[in-house]
């Protein structure tokens, strides 16, 4: 078989301090905005309250009201302020509380930020980078844990940034602020305090569209995003008990995507599952698929695999562990996909 | 501001005849709004202020110097190069998306007062934007901020087919300024010089600090909608005709003449230069090159891997270098 992959593009050490995600995005903030003047954040209670998962907490009494506001509750006005904000200048960080609520602003997204650039060939760009969390597991109403990602991606003009891991939601937030292209930033929700890490001191760059290997193994790929890569790995280690070597390549960014690493995935190890928390149906796991078909096809050694939420909306609180991915719905997956004889 | 009103006429006027020869697509004609775009932006500074159009107004506003009219036939041609109004021009292009741009005059303004800049946002929308979500959060947030933009609704009477009395139940359209804790005017959008008035008052609130204004210029839509729209079907009769006796190039003109300030020979000499400014904008847009693997620029300040192998592939199927 082919060498091991890199084992991680990602060089926390364990002498770095161990934070939580949540941590790790308020710590960039406070050092972009230190950084860099024109850097200002601002959203629905991000600024008194310090943001309601504590993701924006103490960056109004550092940098002041004109650099940390609290806006009016109106997603569009936050996104098309968004949108003049940069054009005179401004490095804008708005935040939507949750990413379900981007509905209300989405003809300010995908219709006007996202082709800012384009529509005024190349006078204006677009350097904000709109933080949302989203993603299931916490039992929240109605549209706070849809995954939208699928759609995000379908839109020409806008990055979409998905962090599995402290150390990475340092160095791409990091890496969208200072991006001159508007960033989608999604932030998982059950990863705010769920997933701790370390992370490097000081400034820390994560380039967008290089995948990194969350673990490694030969038999079969498993390729997540975001809080999947977290479930993911509790089920490569539950499989390596039964002797399955699944490799976890967590995408970290869908557009760019990384298109290499996943068609060297594909060739070292012929199967494949995608995980995604969304609806199937035109989905992200689906785009990951037809690439594998146009770039590998003739690598595989079974038909690739989602593992997703449903055609349905997303459920109330006591349907939703059904929806969501779990360990054992993927470690499932994978049996069945191994049992597959070319 | 007398020449600039006709420039734009002949400008529209022209355009018209190209969309109807086949040349261009659709258009929307500026007959009836040119006092009102050119009263206002006559108030204006183009070394400080940004105007933020729909997508009448680019055909007078040549405040902001022959440029935007350049840019606008290319705009109008289906060339890229027609929304990127070249920096220190501070207009931008043409908005299809109603009363989206309300919100990014209002981001705009917001960035001249945290950077400390000089200047007023001047952005035109018209009264059926005016029931989007979008002009109610810009009017909220601009009275929350206090931010130097002036919001200007030219009222022509008419969103395509739908009629003032559809869009609201307020009694002005200026009214709804009440609820952002701004001022509201109205003015008569057909005389270029009451227009000029209230912008320049609104503009020195801008600038002095004082925040926000909302104008409301009633004019009339004196042509259709656009050139696929047929006015006949729906604008009750006599109406136009009443209003043409409001038409601000007559007035206007008869006001100068009464001063001594106008003639026949300024007349003529007007619309010369008129003919010749869509002329030479014509000339300049109908002369631009373009690739067609230009469909890739400007998406990202760098394409990315996957937007440069779709462009090597299309190059290839064109039969074209990149």
């Not at chain 2, 997508?55 to 290319?74: H, I, K, M, T």
Request: net charge negative; with cysteine.
């Amino acid at each position: 078989m082919s060498p091991e992959p890199a084992r991680s593009t990602n060089p926390a050490s364990t002498a770095d301090p161990t934070m939580t995600m949540v941590s790790a995005i308020n710590d960039t903030l406070r050092a972009e905005m230190a950084r860099d003047e024109r850097v200002m954040v601002f959203g629905e209670d991000v600024a008194l309250s310090g943001g309601v998962f504590r993701a924006t907490e103490g960056l109004l009494e550092q940098f002041g009201e004109d650099r940390v506001v609290d806006m009016p509750l109106a997603e569009a006005a936050i996104l098309g302020a968004a949108a003049g904000l940069a054009a005179g200048g401004m490095v804008p960080v708005p935040e939507i509380q949750f990413l379900g609520f981007s509905y209300q602003a989405m003809h300010q997204l995908a219709g006007q930020i996202a082709r800012f650039r384009y529509r005024t060939w190349g006078r204006f760009e677009m350097p904000i980078t709109i933080r949302t969390p989203f993603g299931g597991g916490v039992r929240t109403p109605e549209l706070h844990s849809d995954s939208l990602e699928g759609q995000l991606t379908n839109i020409a003009g806008l990055k979409v940034v998905t962090p599995a891991t402290a150390a990475d939601a340092k160095g791409l937030l990091t890496e969208a602020i200072r991006d001159p292209d508007p960033v989608v930033f999604l932030e998982p929700l059950r990863g705010y305090r769920g997933v701790k890490g370390p992370v490097p001191r000081g400034e820390y760059r994560v380039p967008f569209g290089k995948a990194r290997w969350a673990t490694a193994g030969n038999d079969v790929t498993i390729i997540a995003w975001s809080y999947q890569v977290e479930v993911a790995l509790r089920a490569a280690r539950s499989l390596a008990e039964q002797g399955v070597e699944a490799g976890v390549l967590d995408l970290r960014t869908l557009v760019p995507l990384d298109v290499e690493q996943i068609v060297e995935a594909v060739e070292r190890t012929g199967r494949v599952v995608v995980v995604e928390e969304a609806v199937p149906t035109g989905g992200f796991a689906a785009e990951i698929i037809a690439t594998i078909n146009e770039h590998a096809f003739w690598s595989l050694e079974a038909p690739p695999v989602r593992v997703s939420g449903y055609d349905t909306p997303y459920p109330v609180g006591q349907l939703e562990d059904t929806y969501v991915p779990d360990a054992r719905r993927i470690e499932h997956a994978v049996l069945a996909l191994l049992e597959v004889q070319p | 501001m007398m020449c600039e009103m006709i420039k734009g006429r002949i400008a529209s006027d022209r355009l018209w005849s190209l969309q109807r020869q086949g040349q261009i697509g659709t258009i929307a004609p500026i007959d009836g709004q040119e006092a009102t775009t050119v009263g206002s932006t006559w108030a204006l500074d183009p070394a400080v202020d940004w105007v933020i159009p729909q997508y009448r107004e680019s055909l007078a506003l040549g405040r902001f110097g022959p440029d935007v009219l350049d840019r606008f036939a290319a705009w109008a041609l289906g060339h890229p190069e027609g929304g990127h109004l070249p920096d220190p021009i501070r207009v931008f292009p043409p908005q299809i998306s109603l009363a989206t741009q309300i919100l990014h005059a209002v981001g705009l303004a917001w960035s001249l007062k945290l950077r400390g800049i000089a200047g007023a946002v001047l952005v035109f929308f018209g009264d059926g934007s005016s029931s989007e979500g979008d002009f109610y959060e810009a009017g909220n947030l601009a009275g929350v901020l206090e931010v130097p933009v002036i919001f200007l609704c030219s009222n022509n009477g008419w969103a395509i087919s739908t009629p003032t009395s559809r869009q609201t139940a307020a009694a002005s359209f200026a009214a709804k300024a009440e609820a952002f804790g701004i001022p509201g005017v109205t003015v008569d959008g057909m005389d270029p010089i009451a227009v000029h008035e209230v912008v320049s008052a609104a503009r020195d609130r801008a600038v002095t600090g004082k925040g926000a204004t909302l104008i409301e210029a009633v004019n009339y839509r004196l042509n259709a909608h656009t050139t696929a729209d047929d006015p006949t079907r729906y604008v009750p009769a006599g109406e136009l005709e009443a209003a043409k006796e409001r038409d601000p190039l007559v007035t206007f003109r008869r006001q100068l003449e009464a001063r001594g300030l106008w003639d026949r020979d300024r007349q003529a000499d007007a619309e010369r230069a008129g003919a010749a400014a869509i002329d030479n904008a014509w000339n300049w847009a109908t002369a631009l090159p373009l690739e067609q693997t230009a469909l890739f620029d400007h998406v990202f300040a760098a394409p990315t891997q996957r937007q440069r192998r779709q462009r090597t592939d299309l190059a290839a199927y064109l039969g074209v270098e990149r």
